[in-house]
């Protein structure tokens, strides 16, 4: 059994750099319990309004926890990451930021929804819609191997800002080391998500996270790889789903149409205004490729969890 650290919500870095003095160091089996801050640097409040998008302060977007040595890691080692536990602080929130995300011409003025999720298992976007929690860093990844500075987004083949929403607790991430000791960073925790967070935000949240890492000599893996037993979507399964689909030459546009035609389905369905049918679009639709072989065509199919509506 491996030891059990503690890395405060102070240790925080805004770029990857290998160059980074860490700030902790472990040993192979170790666990660590992170604090961490929502992706905005505490920036939005449970008191925030809209106009808080619109005057934030890039340079303090994606405060990652660590970096954290793993000790015996070297370049072309793999670094396994299990994800033990995952707890939000109470709060999350989901914002359209105007220039960001899939739909960001036709989405361009700043709109901001604050969730409470003290319940912990799920959170109300209005009585009758109830959205279950499925915590998740939206960004985990090792230092890259080039010096210099990086911006968090996007993401690398040493991971990063994946936002893959299966990167729940029981998951194994597998990520290639870059430099000795690996260097990991986590943070921009998601309370829930759908797959392609198509606003470009999920429920961010502060959060708990724990974490325990190995390191494996037995294999070397190009990009970031992952182990998850079970369902991947078993808490929205139980009623079905209605999908949209998008037809296009074009993947982007393929998911552009998809969601476009979700929202609609949204808004005249369940009478949402166009903002809160995009934001619940981002947090609990998936998108998902269900072609790419019958060219010139390619079909993206927006998913929505019918088990939300009660």
């Known amino acids: 059994m491996g030891h059990e650290y503690f890395l405060p919500p102070e240790k925080v ?15 192979s089996g170790d666990v660590v319990v992170y604090d961490l801050r929502d992706v905005t640097d505490n920036q939005i409040t449970p008191a925030s309004t809209a106009d808080a998008l619109t005057s934030l302060d890039w340079s303090r977007i994606y405060p990652l926890g660590g970096p954290v040595f793993v000790k015996g890691a070297k370049p072309g080692d793999v670094l396994e990451v299990e994800i033990l536990d995952l ?17 960001e011409e036709e989405f361009n003025k700043p709109y901001l929804r604050i969730w409470d999720l003290s319940a912990g298992d799920h959170t109300l976007l209005r009585e009758d819609i109830c959205i279950p929690l499925d915590p998740f860093c939206g960004t985990m990844g090792v230092a890259p191997g080039e010096k210099g500075e990086f911006p968090v987004m996007p993401p690398g083949r040493f991971g990063g800002n994946m936002d893959i929403r299966h990167l729940t ?21 998601h309370a829930a998500q759908g797959d392609g967070e198509v606003c470009v935000t999920g ?9 325990r890492f190995r390191v494996r000599k037995d294999r070397s893996i190009p990009e970031p790889q992952f182990f998850t037993a079970g369902p ?13 689909t998008g037809i296009s030459p074009d993947l982007m546009e393929a998911s552009r149409k998809a969601v476009r035609h979700m929202i ?43 088990g939300i509506f009660v």
Request: aromatic share 12%; net charge negative.
């Open 203 to 211: 429920i961010e949240a502060p959060m708990h996270v724990a974490l």
């Open 87 to 103: 707890h939000p602080k109470g709060w999350g929130w989901t914002g359209i930021i105007p220039g960001f995300g899939l739909l």
């Open 264 to 306: 609609e389905h949204l808004v005249r369905t369940y009478n949402l205004t166009p903002e809160d049918a995009y934001v619940l679009c981002s947090v609990v639709v998936d998108l998902k490729i269900s072609e790419v072989v019958d060219k010139p065509n390619w079909i993206v199919t927006a998913y929505l969890p019918l």
């Open 13 to 27: 870095h805004f770029v990857w750099n290998n160059a980074l003095p860490p700030a902790l160091e472990i040993e």
């Open 169 to 189: 607790r029981g998951t194994t991430l597998l990520l290639p080391v870059q430099v000795e000791g690996a260097l990991f960073s986590c943070g921009d925790c």
């Open 232 to 244: 991947l979507t078993s808490k929205y399964d139980g009623k079905g789903y209605y999908a949209t």
